[in-house]
């Protein structure tokens, strides 16, 4: 018998919130709900390539591209990020992001990188697809095996159900 045969789920179902529960949070808690620090293209752009010349930002954008990341999701990933945080609306987001694609494409070809995706529709991410694919079996697969293990340890019938007569 195993050591450890409970596993605590991955996510609680119960830990989420209450319908009408943003009703009743304070306004203007979230970033996005104040003006935005950018608004016009080139001051955010500028933004951008200071924060993306950051020689640790660099290499965090190249180790990406180089486990064939493509562009366009490292793109979509800073445009969004500076949404989150308030930095400029989802209008100048939309603006920025053929920008940012063209930066980050601009970084990874300085870098030499050889195989480099620009797009998430690649069809190259056919492999990566498969990979997946694969990993959902196997967690299915052992998701399976631990399921088992607990109908073994767990006794056939209820806590409250008559126990059998005849001493402990």
Do not use: C, Y
Request: proline share 7%; net charge negative; hydrophobic share 45%.
């Amino acid at each position: 018998m195993p050591q450890e045969i409970f596993r605590e789920a991955d996510q609680n179902p119960f830990d989420a919130s209450i319908p009408g529960q943003s009703l009743t949070n304070e306004p203007g808690n979230a970033a996005w709900e104040h003006p935005s620090q950018f608004n016009d293209v080139d001051s955010a752009m500028n933004f951008i390539m200071e924060k993306l010349s950051n020689q640790m930002m660099n290499q965090q954008i190249l180790l990406m591209l180089k486990n064939n990341i493509p562009v366009e999701a490292i793109a979509r990933l800073i445009v969004f990020g500076g949404f989150v945080e308030g930095k400029w609306t989802v209008d100048l987001g939309v603006l920025l992001s053929p920008l940012v694609l063209q930066l980050v494409a601009a970084i990874g070809m300085r870098a030499k990188i050889k195989k480099m995706r620009i797009s998430m529709s690649d069809p190259s991410n056919g492999q990566f697809m498969k990979d997946m694919a694969n990993m959902e079996v196997l967690q299915k697969e052992a998701s399976a095996e631990i399921q088992e293990e607990l109908k073994e340890a767990m006794p056939q019938q209820g806590m409250m159900a008559p126990q059998p007569q005849g001493g402990m």
